[in-house]
Every structure is written in C-alpha cells, then in structure tokens.
C-alpha cells in the first residue's frame, strides 16, 4: 500500500509541476547580437514621463466646462507633436507596463512571484542600452531597471516606500518630489562639471515616474476630484520640466519628449485586467524627429473617442504598448532591446525615407535573431526525431480514431462520468453554474424521503441553500464599499452567538464557565472588529489615515482567531461554533460589504448538512444517528467501526467539492487580485506592500475554505466513514476535474484570465493532495 501510495503522489506531483515546467517558464532567450540603425539619430537624448495609472480618456477628454484637465499636453497636441492611444496588454499591472514600455516585451507572469520589485530574469533594456540614464520616481518600479542594467551607468532617484499611502492625505506629493528633485538635480549639475560633462552626451535617457494620479486612483477612484486634480498637476509639472531643459540645452532641438502611462485604470479604482479603462493609456511625442500635428478631415476608427475628445480634426496613430521601445532607440540611435518584440511605428517619424526603412529592416532583424536562438535552444534539447514541423495529417487522425468509436457508448461514458463534474468546470468561468447547483441542491430533500422524515432539518437546507444561492450572482468587481452590510453581518453574528449561549446555559452538564468565557471573549472580539471597520471608514473618508490602535486590535484579532477556538470545548457542535466566532471577527475586519454575510450563510448551511447526513444514514439503515454533542473533535474512531462504502457516498464526496468551489469563488474570483478591493485590507494597513497585502486576501479566501473542510471533517465522524475512503472518491472527481483544465492552461491575457487557468490545475491538484494527506 505505501509504495502504490509513494506512487501516486509522485504522478500527481509530475503533473503539478508541468504545468509550471511549460507555461511558467521564461520566454526569454539571451545570445542575440545587438542591432542599431547605422545612420545618425534625430535626437541627442531622450525624456520619457509615465503618468502611472492614468486613463487616456482621463487626459484627453474635456471637463464639463468644456475645458482640458492637461492644457500643455493638449497644446501640444494641437500644435508641436503627434499623439494616439498605446493599446497595453493585460495584465495591466505596473511592472509589466514599464517593461513594456522600456523593454519592449510582454514580461511572462512569473515576474508577479517577486512582487514586481526584482528580476525574475535578466532582460535587456532602453536603458541599458543608453550611455547614461537617470531616472525618478517609485522604489518599485526604478530599481528593476537599474539591477538588470550592465556597467553603472542607470541611475535611480526614489522617495521612500512608506509615501506611497492610500490613506494618505494628497499623494500628489509624490509626483511633486519627483519635479522638484528633477530641477533640483539640473540645478547641481551647473556646479559640477562632471556630471554636466555627462548630461550633455548623446544617447542618453531622463525617466519620470509619476505615481500620484495611481495612487488617488485606488484611493479615492477616477471619477473622484482628487484624481482629476493630479491630472492637473502632472501638466503643469511636465510643461516646468520641459521648459527646464530647453532653457539648460538653449534650445537645440535635440531633446525627444514622450508622455504615456503602464496602465489605465477602472471606474472603481483597481486595474489588472483587460476593460478599456485599464488598457487604453495616452500616447503624446514631440521634440526631436517626432512629426508634427497633421490635420485631417476623417479618421476611420471602431470608437467614438475622437469625437467625444474633440480632437476628430488632429491625426490620431494608435501603437501597441511594446513598440514604444523600438521608437525611443531608433529616436536617440541606441541598439534595439534584444528582447523586444515591439514593432517600430514609423509613422511618429519625422525623419527621410531611407532613415525609416533602415529602422524597419534594424527591428526586423533583431526580432529574428530572437527566433534563431530559440529555434537554436529548442534543437539541442530535442531529440532529432522529434524536432519537425508540425503536421495537420496528425489532428485528421484523432478525428478519425475518436469516429470508430460507437455514438451511443461515446454519449453513455460522457454523461455517466462528466454530468455532474461538468457544472463544477463551467463554475470556474461562469459563477452563476454555482446558483444553479446550490438550486439544485435545495431541492433534494423533496425528491427523497428526507422530506417525510425530517420536515425541519429540510426545509432549513431548502432555504440556506437559496440564500447561499444568491452571492454568486452579486457583483465580483465594480461595487462600492457599503459598510451598513458589515455591520448588519455582524449583528446576526452577535444574535446568533446570544441564541447559542443561550441555548448551552441550558445544559449544565456539558457547559462550564471555562467555556462561557471563552464565548464572551469570542463575541467582545466580534464587537471590537465592528468598532474597527466602522472607525477606519471614517477616519478615512476624512483624509486622516489609519488610526493606530485600530491597527493593532486588527492583527490581534487576526493572531487571536486562530488560538482560541483551541480553548474551546472539544464537543463537536462547540467547537465547530467557537471556529465561526473567530474566523468571523477576522472576516469582518476584511470586508467591505455584503461578503461579510457569506460565511455566515455557509457555516449556516454546514450545520445543516452535518445533520441532513445524519438523517440520510438513518433513512438508509446504515447506522443509527448520534447526538451531536456525543461527538468529540478529538475522538479517535477504532478502525472496526469504519463501514464500507455506499452509493450515497459518491453524492458526499461530490457535495464537499461542491462547497470547495463555492467557497472559493462565492464572492469573488479568487485567480485574480483584481476582483478583490484593496480597501478590504485597510483595516490593518494603507500602506502598499504587496506581499502582506496579498497574504491579507489570500486568508480572507481562506475562511471560507476553512469552514468547510471542518464542517465536512465533522461528516465524516458522524457519518462513520473512513476519511481515507472519502477522500479517495474525491480524488477521482479532481482527477477528472484536472484533465479538463491542464488543456485550458495558458500563459498570455489578463492576471485574471492567467490566474483562473493557473488556479483551474491547481485547485485540482490541490484537491488531489488533500485526499493523498488523509
């Protein structure tokens, strides 16, 4: 048995880890020769502004005076440069958009491990490949491309991490010190010699990164004042920067000036996936071989864009995000990334024919040198036999192979092994297959005799099963914050715990005051959760930052839930309560609406179907049924107490990864961070920081998760089923479940799109190696 065990899990785990072997690993190669254009650059050098987080419809469009938010930028656009939309491609997140942007490649996600504070890998760069480049801005952005710079010849200028605040009282602070060090900077460099002597090199670069406008963004959301105003300030910051180096280079036309953004951003302040408003950034070049505004009469576009910005009279030339890079090295004549994959939009040169067509065969050429390295490194690892073109002749045969097969036992297997499992698929893309389960499930009682046996044990899963129903439905991302409905959760928590009480007060025998204590301090730490959320919402919405002592009873809650429920009565019923009580105070510090009434609906639904089970069992003669208060957590069956397996059985093991998937995706999309508010962190922190932030949601998808498993370990106690068998028919369903999403795994789209397929063999697998542990 352990070597058929040992086996199994050595399957599982090759399988596993495939999935990172051949889609998570980076696609990038290194070995390529650097490619240049050879004739001589339009420009000496090179500013590049990312307004970080800013919508292109945010800069481009008239306020409701009829008047520009960026008043330069629209000049500009009108009378010095040209302009267009930079089509970003998802995730839109901030690392990948700027190595987009000055890389030229789409950064594969491994990168989102490292927080996108590190080098997952080595890519070359503009700024790399610049004689000198000195940049500003954020700590997490500005040190990727100094770390994965040759020599040390990039520069980086950042403020500290702890100024980027969401609950901060104005974050246009941070674009304003980066202005200000930017003159301050120009300022020293009159008074030393060699670093003027340095700045007044040719191929060089100047990066400003602007992070205000994101910051207000997810703060306070784009609609709101205190984006448009930063908006404002970024224009008069960019017109000061521009007027400072015309004035230091006494106007030699030699300076190339480029203003974009990594990402946009949504109506409700998170960005990540693939909606216009994350995608769609603003694109505006001038100064040395950028052509000038060309006026038009029509412009054929799917949108109606120009016409709402009132610009339909002035050439729009819209780029991919990734062939920014392949303009800014031909502008300044630096080799091309040796990554890139941007293609070079001609069409912002101002520059003779023979200059753009030495520039289109240059990034030709460095593109296919990419291609030789790879096919290259793909030959030597490949066994000869194996390395050819792949055939259609190949996709005939399965076809053919599939069609000898009888029709009706191909329909027979299908619907015998897939029926049930395929709605647990679909519920990975399509949340409201899991409405239509739990719909499903409300109506078992009554097409068994469960209904004639148990009238009220039915009708309370009938109607928790409904209302669990609902959340599905209810919106993932776009919704805001509403905090009556976490007060509201809270309530019911601090009612139901009364009745509970109550309820144990009653039976002398199995109560004492221990555990009375160990219930009242349960529901002073529900209190004090809903004192914390309501107290930060406040001091937030008045700009006044996250108040310290509700700081420090959040993660004291946090570190409390998962001691005392250990204190707790080992009596199956108490203990499964005592487990609600802390994971809610927790869930309802993480809450922002009306998720914070799902696990209490769930946990409502788990004790009904601890007792539904056992009135199956009774029903079918199985075993007789057992008190819930006879039934201790830490109580070890004898092995000959175990029954064998039933029919019925494969419908408990179904139910439980059921609940699994409902618990994960009821209130959201646990594959992406975007479908998850930041504000459900706030309670414990503003400022940014990734990985604890990260580690905040992914507990608080958790819970649920939690709460289910314990419900369904008490099922099996009930139930007298050995959890090793249970499991096993769960590990089937997951086998099952994996080869569907092995094939839908993919590398490319929105962390989203990413994170579903990735979660999709995960989740199984996950599954599977909870049935190998039991």
């Known amino acids: 048995m352990l070597l058929f065990f040992t086996l199994g899990l050595l399957i599982h785990f090759v399988f596993f880890a495939s999935i990172f072997d051949i889609y998570f690993t980076s696609p990038l190669v290194h070995g390529m020769t650097p490619q240049f254009t050879p004739l001589p650059p339009p420009a000496r050098r090179l500013v590049l502004f990312v307004a970080d987080g800013l919508r292109a419809d945010a800069l481009y469009e008239l306020d409701e005076n009829g008047n520009s938010r960026a008043p330069f930028i629209r000049n500009i656009i009108m009378h010095e440069g040209s302009w267009g939309i930079s089509h970003t491609r998802v995730p839109t997140e901030s690392r990948p958009g700027h190595v987009a942007l000055i890389a030229g490649f789409y950064e594969d996600v491994s990168a989102v491990a490292k927080g996108w504070k590190e080098n997952p890998v080595e890519f070359d760069s503009l700024f790399n490949e610049s004689k000198y480049t000195w940049s500003w801005g954020s700590p997490d952005i500005l040190p990727m491309f100094a770390k994965g710079a040759s020599g040390d010849h990039v520069y980086t200028y950042s403020y500290d991490a702890k100024r980027e605040d969401f609950g901060a009282q104005d974050a246009t602070k941070l674009d304003t010190w980066v202005f200000d060090n930017v003159k301050d900077f120009f300022h020293h460099a009159r008074n030393n010699q060699s670093l003027f002597s340095k700045i007044n090199e040719e191929k060089i670069v100047f990066f400003l990164h602007l992070l205000g406008i994101d910051t207000n963004g997810h703060a306070h959301r784009p609609s709101s004042r205190d984006y448009k105003d930063n908006i404002k300030k970024v224009d008069d910051g960019v017109k000061e920067i521009v007027s400072m180096f015309n004035h230091f280079y006494g106007n030699d036309g030699k300076t190339t000036f480029i203003f974009t953004s990594d990402h946009g951003m949504t109506d409700w302040g998170s960005h990540g996936a693939g909606h216009p408003s994350e995608t769609l950034t603003p694109l505006v070049t001038w100064g040395a071989g950028i052509k000038y505004p060309q006026r038009v009469s029509a412009q054929q576009f799917d949108d109606a864009f120009l ?8 050439k729009r030339l819209d780029v991919n995000q990734a062939d920014i890079a392949p303009l800014m090295t031909s502008l300044i004549g630096v080799p091309f990334p040796l990554n890139s994959v941007g293609i070079l939009p001609v069409d912002y040169l101002n520059n003779t024919d023979l200059f753009k067509a030495e520039s289109m065969f240059t990034n030709a050429v460095q593109i296919l040198e990419q291609f030789k390295v790879k096919m290259t490194q793909k030959k030597e690892v490949t066994l000869p036999f194996l390395f050819t073109p792949f055939k259609f002749q190949v996709i005939q045969d399965l076809v053919v192979s599939v069609l000898t097969y009888p029709l009706s036992h191909f329909v027979g297997y299908l619907l015998a092994f897939t029926l049930g499992i395929e709605v647990l698929v679909l519920s990975f893309f399509y949340r409201y297959m899991l409405t239509a389960g739990l719909t499903a499930f409300a109506a078992w009682p009554f097409l068994t005799r469960l209904w004639t046996r148990a009238k009220m044990t039915s009708l309370s899963w009938t109607f928790f099963s409904l209302l669990l129903a609902v959340f599905p439905l209810m919106p993932v991302v776009g919704r805001k914050p509403d905090i009556s409905l976490v007060m509201g959760a809270g309530l019911l928590v601090l009612l139901l715990s009364l009745c509970v009480v109550t309820s144990l007060m009653k039976r002398k025998d199995s109560f004492i005051k221990e555990e009375l204590l160990v219930h009242l301090l349960q529901v002073l730490s529900t209190v004090l959760s809903m004192y914390v959320v309501y107290s930060t919402q406040s001091s937030l919405l008045r700009k006044q930052g996250l108040p310290l002592m509700n700081q420090i009873i959040s993660w004291a809650t946090l570190a409390s839930s998962l001691v005392v429920p250990l204190l707790s009565s080992p009596v199956l ?125 992914m507990w608080k998808i958790l819970i649920p998760f939690v709460l289910v498993m314990c419900a369904f370990e008490a099922v099996q106690l009930t139930t007298q089923l050995s959890s090793k068998s249970l499991f096993l028919i769960v590990l089937v369903i997951s086998d099952i479940m994996a080869l569907h999403f092995f094939f839908l795994v993919k590398d490319y789209g929105s962390w989203l799109d990413i994170g579903t397929r990735q979660l999709l063999a995960c989740t199984a697998w996950l599954f599977m190696y909870i049935c190998l542990s039991q």
């Open 307 to 314: 016409k709402e910005w009132r610009l339909e009279n002035w």
């Open 573 to 697: 019923f108490q203990r499964l309560f005592s487990i609600l009580l802390s994971l809610m105070s927790t869930y309802l510090l993480l809450s922002t609406g009306y998720e914070a009434l799902f696990p209490l609906v769930l946990s409502c639904l788990m004790f009904v179907w601890i007792n539904i089970e056992q009135e199956t069992l009774q029903q079918s003669g199985v075993c007789c049924k057992q008190k819930l208060t006879s039934i201790q957590f830490s109580y070890n069956t004898d092995i000959t107490q175990f029954r064998q397996l039933y029919l019925d059985d494969i419908r408990r093991a179904f139910f439980l990864v059921f609940f699994l998937v409902t618990a994960f995706f009821g209130t959201g999309n646990i594959a992406s961070i975007n479908s998850f508010d930041l504000a459900s962190v706030y309670c414990f922190l503003t400022v940014f920081s990734p990985f604890m932030m990260g580690a905040l949601m």
